[in-house]
Every structure is written in structure tokens, then in C-alpha cells.
């Protein structure tokens, strides 16, 4: 289904922010391409050198293709007759970036060349070559209307490639192009966390300057349409202090033209003209049709707020003239507001041919309100004939006037009756329809307030349940940690004490065996009562807790690590206990079925919520579970406490890829009961 929606961009463009030296004007751009051209030259080793020109390649690209494709070349003689694998990937993967907006269709066959030849290296290095070839070929998808296999990408490819590569930025960048896609769906409010998603990826990189640029741009952007100025207007003064930082940044335009869209929206005409020519500036110099497309789309619609029609009419044929780097949808939307102005300057003919072929090329959802207007033009059309019409008539015979005036008295008498008749029936079917409606809406909605409350009582037990089982695991820790535990450390203090006093060396030995024994007896007790209620976990809270726990089953057969994002020092001992239980579950399926080498485990906080990750490099499964399909028992338990804290839960496994789970849960869950 076709939809028309407000202008915004594509998803962001990760070839741009992989080298952050990019500037706009000259001197800048060429001291940047003589210090890697320096670096080439001195380079120590042949792949030093390779990957040198790669960047000088990469860097002109946005500039001088010719350029461009001479460092190309260059890297193609370093590499020799016979590249490897590695090399041909990456000579594959530049160049696609050299006629990623020329060609399009080349461009995708080379992502995909290169990721068939980097798919036979696992190097971190590999696999972030893999995720940007892989986000760039989403991105070239979308720019031909095809978002959902763009989101596809992104979240089956480009970010666990990412994640795999060690990539912060790039994962980064992929919740932030998920972010632009709701965006282009007007899925605000999902857009707006996977923005924050986002800037805690950035938070820990140092360089990322860019980065935290493109993403306050974009969410501020969200906050316009939506209609939240005054939240804009803080996202964007965050920008404009990432701006200080790279001034020089290809983003430049883009946060140019959002501010100019602030002041559009607060009415300021003068501000929003002068920072969308900066916008224009910037976008010819770099060439960025997309970008002047959009840009001189917001002059016009600046221009139509204020009733600048002529204006209007000329900012948007200099956007059309961009119309290469269109979708469907966005002719579609310059069409239907080219038929809007040519109505307002009174051309009316032109606007109902506009409106006629803006009607042929929508769906039938969106046919009955383009009649609406086309049925007003047409109206307006036709009567400017008719007057004209009846003008002519009157030349030739002015008696006629009264009679053609009698009989159209006649004609709107009928027609009007006959219209009141049909409102009449048309609004007592309407009635019965909602009265039917309305009758159907009360059954399903008791049905749902049923299963509501089965889920309630459901959720309720679970949480008694859990709550007597934690108590009775603290009560019964304590117990073997002081009673049982304290009884085993006497036992040894005595014997060591008559080993000390004896001399009979076969005694000695028994009794050493004895201490051994318990010895080992007691450490096996401090693990019971470990897992049974951990005190970091009461004492410390979540982060030590979770660190500890993820050392303690580190094992010279699986790596453990651990990524703390934004927690806090305390939280609700609900959340403290479940949230611990859930990953030594997971941690212990991990461990137990899946044969990892290697897990990760990442706990953040942010936007009001706690989101858990675990993901392992082990057999995984033969197809993803979700949460609502869980059979086993430790699954089930997952789930019952991740429901218990109104969360969401989602599983992803693959043979041989691992297996991946995620989980949200919100911090003021107790307020949703």
C-alpha cells in the first residue's frame, strides 16, 4: 500500500561517517588526502599501503570520482595480478562506494561481491567490511521503495555483523537507521528509542562526534513532526555543540536544513530562508540531489505557509529538477502539492490534470480522499467553463438568460431533494451499521477484559510463587552459609588442631584426607548458597552482582564477557532478583546446550527502561523461538519473570550462528499492573 507522508531523507548513509577527516572546502579536503597520500608512500608494508589508497579512494569519492577511481587503481597494483580474497572484497566494496548515488545497479553487485569474498574470514576487521557493505546495499534498496527489505538488513545483517566485529559505532548506526525507517512510516515514538538506542552506542567512543551530530539532527527532526518544537529546539542545540567539534562534517547540510525546518515550524521566515540556502550550498557542492530535492521542498512549503504562492510554485520545479533521486512516493507527494499551488494561483485546469494523474498512480486506500479534492478542482474547472459558457451565450441572446437561470432554479430544487432524500437514507444505514458496530465492540472488549484478568490472576500466582521461592532460597542460604557452614570450619579448626598435636605420621595423613574433604565440602556449600541468593547482588546491586556472576562461570572452555551501560547504583529489589535469575539462565543455557566459545552479556539503562542481551557463538537452534512458543523449562521460567516485570522478550537462533536474546523491561513496570 502506498502512502504519502512528510518529507524526510533516506536512512542515514554510513559510507560517510566512516572516515570522519571528510571536509567541504577545498583546502581542508586536500591537506586531509596529502596526509594519507603521505602515509601511502611511507608505508612500511604492502597492506599499509593497500589500505591507504583504499582511503584516499574512499575519501574523494563524495568529490572527484576520477580521483577516486585513480587511488582505486593504485591499491589494484599494490595488491598485484593475484589479490587475495580479503583484497578482491575490499577493492569490490570501495568501488561500490565510488558509484553509490551514479549507478546504482553496479553498486549493489559489488556489495555483494565483496561480502562473498570477505565471507571466508572471521576477523573483526572482515566482519565490519561485511556489515557496511551489507547497511550500504539496504540503503540503495530503500532509495528504490523497498524499506522493509532495507530493515531486514539491518537488523539480520549489518548490526550482528557489527556486533560481531566489535563495532560501537556501527551498531550504532544501524539502530539509527531503524530509527529513520519508523521515522518514514510515522512511527514516531519507536523512532525516538531507537535514536536514544543510538546515542548509548556513541556514548563510549571518543571520536564520535559525527555520529552523536547525525543522530540529535535526525531525533530533533522526529520532535518537528510531531509537532514538539520545544524539544527540537534542545535536540538541536545538542547538534549544534557536536557541530562545533566537526564543522567540516558532510552532515553539515543536513543539520542546516533541520534547522531551517525549526524555524519554519515556530514561523521564522527570515532564519529558515537563510539556513536552507546554506543547506543548498553545501548540497551542490557535494552534489547530493536527494538532499537538494528535499531542501528546496521545504523553501516551498515555507513560501505556501505564508502564502507566497508564486514562490512557492518556483521552489518546487527547482526541487523537481532533482527528480532522479526520488521514490514513488515522493513524486507523488511534489505532484499533489503542484496541483495544490496551480489551484491557489487559479490555474485551475492544471491542477485537475495534476490531481487526475495523482489519482491514476495511488492505491484504492488512498483514492477516496484524493476524489474529495479532485471532485473540488474538477468543480472549480467546470465552472470556470460553465461562466464562460454563459458568457458567450449572452452575447448571442441575451433572452435565453432567463430561461437557461429558470430552469437551473428547477434543476437545484430536484437535485437537492433528491439529495436530502438520499443523506436521509444514507444516515439511517449508517446508524444501524455503528448500532452493530458498537455491539461487536462491547463483546470484544469483555472478552479482553476476561483474558485481561485470567492473565492478572495468572501473573499474580507466578509472582507469589516467585517471591516464596526467593524467600525460602535467602532463608536456606543463610542456613547452610551460618549453620551448616560454620559447623564444617570448626570441624577443620579441630582437626588441623590435633594434626598439629599428633606426631603419628599414618594418623596425619587420614586426617589431612579428612580436611581436604571438607575443605571441599565447604566450597561446594559457598557455591550452593551462592546461586541459591547472591550477597553482591542484595549488598552491591546489579552491576557488581552480574560482574561477579559472569566471572564466576567464565571457564578456560567459554569466555564470559560483561558491558554495564548507564546502570544505576539501585533498583526495585523485584528487578534486582529477577533480572539476576533471568541471566544466570540464560548464561546457564548458554554453558550447558549451546557449546559456546564465547558469550557476551549486555545490561543498559536508558529511556526509562533495562535492556538485556545475551548472545553466544554456539550451535544455536534450527529455527528462531519466540518467546510465546517456549517449551522448556528454563525458557518458561524466562519468560513467567519477564512478564512478571512487563517486559518483552525475544529469541533469535540459527545453526551454527548462535543464538541471540534481547529483552526490554520498563522500570516503572508496577505502575502498569
Not at 326 to 332: C, E, F, H, V
Request: aromatic share 8%.
Amino acid at each position: 500500500m502506498l502512502k504519502i507522508v512528510k518529507r524526510i531523507n533516506l536512512a542515514f548513509i554510513v559510507l560517510v561517517l566512516s572516515y570522519p577527516g571528510s571536509a567541504q572546502d577545498s583546502a581542508s579536503i586536500n591537506a586531509y588526502s596529502d596526509s594519507i597520500l603521505n602515509l601511502a608512500r611511507n608505508a612500511g608494508s604492502k597492506d599499509q599501503k593497500f589500505q591507504h589508497y583504499l582511503d584516499l579512494s574512499f575519501h574523494w569519492s563524495d568529490w572527484d570520482t576520477a580521483k577516486a577511481f585513480g587511488y582505486i587503481n593504485e591499491a589494484k597494483n599494490v595488491a598485484g595480478n593475484q589479490p587475495t580474497e580479503y583484497q578482491a572484497g575490499l577493492l569490490a566494496n570501495f568501488t561500490a562506494n565510488i558509484v553509490f548515488m551514479h549507478d546504482v545497479a553496479r553498486a549493489k553487485a559489488l556489495y555483494m561481491q565483496a561480502d562473498k569474498h570477505l565471507s571466508n574470514y572471521t576477523t573483526p576487521e572482515a566482519w565490519r567490511f561485511r556489515s557496511k557493505a551489507w547497511n550500504n546495499y539496504g540503503i540503495l534498496l530503500q532509495m528504490g521503495d523497498s524499506a522493509e527489505q532495507y530493515m531486514n538488513i539491518i537488523t539480520d545483517r549489518a548490526i550482528p555483523y557489527a556486533r560481531k566485529a566489535g563495532d560501537s559505532l556501527a551498531v550504532g548506526n544501524g539502530y539509527l537507521n531503524i530509527g529513520l525507517l519508523l521515522s518514514n512510516v510515522q512511527d514516531h515514538a519507536n523512532a525516538a528509542a531507537y535514536f536514544e538506542r543510538a546515542l548509548a552506542s556513541f556514548s563510549s567512543l571518543p571520536d564520535a562526534a559525527d555520529s552523536k551530530l547525525t543522530v540529535f539532527v535526525h531525533a530533533a527532526k522526529t520532535k518537528l513532526f510531531t509537532g514538539q518544537s520545544q524539544l527540537a529546539r534542545i535536540y538541536l542545540d545538542s547538534a549544534a555543540k557536536q557541530f562545533r567539534l566537526v564543522p567540516h562534517s558532510t552532515f553539515a547540510a543536513h543539520y542546516y536544513r533541520t534547522e531551517g525546518l525549526y524555524y519554519r515550524e515556530v514561523r521564522n521566515k527570515t532564519a529558515a530562508l537563510e539556513m536552507f540556502l546554506k543547506a543548498i550550498g553545501i548540497g551542490r557542492s557535494m552534489k547530493d540531489d536527494q538532499l537538494l530535492r528535499d531542501t528546496y521542498y521545504q523553501m516551498y512549503a515555507l513560501h505556501r505557509d505564508f502564502g507566497e504562492y508564486e514562490a512557492a510554485k518556483k521552489s518546487l520545479l527547482q526541487a523537481n529538477t532533482y527528480d532522479a533521486a526520488a521514490g514513488r512516493s515522493d513524486k507523488l507527494l511534489h505532484l499533489r502539492e503542484m496541483a495544490f499551488v496551480n489551484d491557489k494561483l487559479g490555474l485551475h485546469k492544471d491542477a485537475y490534470q495534476q490531481m487526475v494523474e495523482f489519482a491514476k498512480q495511488l492505491d484504492s486506500l488512498n483514492q477516496r480522499n484524493t476524489a474529495l479534492k479532485l471532485f473540488d478542482l474538477e468543480k472549480k474547472y467546470k465552472t470556470v467553463e460553465k461562466e464562460n459558457q454563459i458568457l458567450r451565450l449572452q452575447d448571442v441572446n441575451l433572452a435565453q438568460q432567463s430561461t437557461i437561470a429558470s430552469n437551473n432554479t428547477w434543476i437545484i430544487v430536484l437535485v437537492s431533494g433528491f439529495l436530502v432524500a438520499l443523506l436521509i437514507g444514507i444516515m439511517g444505514w449508517m446508524l444501524a451499521r455503528n448500532h452493530r458496530r458498537r455491539l461487536q465492540q462491547k463483546e470484544l472488549l469483555h472478552q479482553q477484559e476476561l483474558r485481561s484478568v485470567k492473565q492478572q490472576e495468572q501473573l499474580s500466582q507466578y509472582r507469589s510463587v516467585v517471591q516464596v521461592q526467593e524467600e525460602e532460597r535467602n532463608r536456606i542460604a543463610r542456613d547452610l552459609h551460618d549453620g551448616l557452614g560454620g559447623l564444617l570450619a570448626g570441624v577443620k579448626l579441630r582437626l588441623s588442631t590435633i594434626v598439629s598435636r599428633e606426631r603419628n605420621p599414618s594418623s596425619e595423613e587420614e586426617i589431612r584426607t579428612v580436611i581436604a574433604g571438607l575443605d571441599h565440602s565447604s566450597n561446594e556449600l559457598r557455591r550452593i548458597s551462592r546461586n541459591m541468593m547472591p550477597e553482591s547482588l542484595l549488598y552491591m546491586g546489579l552491576e557488581p552482582a552480574l560482574e561477579d556472576l559472569c566471572r564466576y562461570l567464565s571457564n578456560p572452555l567459554t569466555a564470559i564477557r560483561f558491558q554495564a551501560i548507564n546502570l544505576q547504583s539501585t533498583y526495585p529489589q523485584a528487578v534486582l532478583i529477577n533480572v539476576y535469575r533471568i541471566i544466570q539462565e540464560l548464561l546457564s543455557n548458554a554453558l550447558k546446550h549451546a557449546k559456546a566459545s564465547q558469550v557476551i552479556v549486555q545490561v543498559s539503562d536508558g529511556d526509562g527502561h533495562l535492556f538485556l542481551t545475551v548472545e553466544d557463538n554456539g550451535k544455536g537452534m534450527a529455527e528462531s523461538i519466540s518467546a510465546t512458543r517456549s517449551s522448556g523449562l528454563g525458557l518458561k521460567s524466562i519468560e513467567n519473570r519477564v512478564a512478571l516485570l512487563k517486559g518483552r522478550l525475544e529469541i533469535d537462533s540459527h545453526v551454527s550462528h548462535g543464538t541471540t536474546t534481547n529483552i526490554e523491561i520498563p522500570l516503572d513496570y508496577e505502575r502498569q499492573d
